[in-house]
């Protein structure tokens, strides 16, 4: 079974301060994504990785950087924490598009911010 | 704007019943994909559906595609309350990206 994992389920933390939301995968994916859940909107893509130190911007990067060392570990960072950027992150890993298109995503448990 | 859109927002049945959702997309696709989220947790994929199939049944679940309305229908038959989560069409925007609608809420109940 594809696991991802990531590295808090609640996180609360204080406006200004930087945070570190990290992601691991064990199924060798080549791309992993970051999502933000908010209610009523759905899940919007922050930022994806298609291989190490390969990055691309999503629909709403502004105020998040990403990091990928490491095939299995893609972590999201957010430089200046706030209050608008308390949401539901979600980590997603899957293979490459095949010929018949997109692949299927496999998430981790997700990790609720609180920032105050 | 989202590619894919569930409707409805929030259904609520009885155990037992069978559950419906709905979802329409814009533009062309290879493939559609369905994921259950149970509350406060991940999304958990459930059924893949490829542009040149019409249907497609996993235990319970029967997911149907017509590609010239654009649209796709999930079925949940014989409801148990496990089966309470929000369900999420996912629709692609290139290979790598999928798009994600805000999900349709279902409730069983005992």
């Known amino acids: 079974d594809v696991k991802v994992t990531q590295s808090s389920r609640y996180l609360v933390k204080r406006t200004g301060e930087k945070v570190f939301l990290e992601c691991v995968q064990d199924m060798d994916h080549e791309n992993m994504f970051w999502y933000r859940q908010d209610p009523g909107l759905g899940l919007r893509l922050i930022y994806f990785?298609?291989?190490?130190?390969?990055?691309e911007k999503g629909d709403i990067p502004e105020g998040y950087s990403v990091s990928r060392e490491k095939k299995e570990r893609f972590s999201l960072i957010l430089e200046s924490a706030s209050t608008n950027q308390t949401s539901m992150y979600l980590c997603a890993s899957t293979l490459p598009a095949g010929l018949a298109g997109a692949e299927t995503q496999y998430f981790g448990p997700g990790t609720r911010l609180l920032v105050l | 704007s989202q590619q894919g859109e569930e409707d409805p927002q929030a259904l609520s049945i009885q155990e037992g019943e069978n559950a419906t959702m709905n979802c329409s997309y814009k533009t062309s696709i290879n493939n559609l994909q369905w994921y259950r989220q149970n509350s406060g947790r991940g999304l958990v994929h459930l059924i893949l559906i490829r542009s040149n199939e019409r249907e497609k049944h996993s235990g319970r679940l029967r997911v149907t595609l017509d590609t010239s309305k654009k649209s796709s229908s999930l079925l949940i038959t014989a409801s148990r309350a496990a089966d309470t989560a929000s369900y999420f069409c996912a629709t692609e925007i290139n290979d790598y990206k999928l798009s994600f609608g805000a999900g349709t809420t279902v409730t069983v109940r005992a």
């Open positions: 990785s298609y291989d190490v130190k390969m990055k």
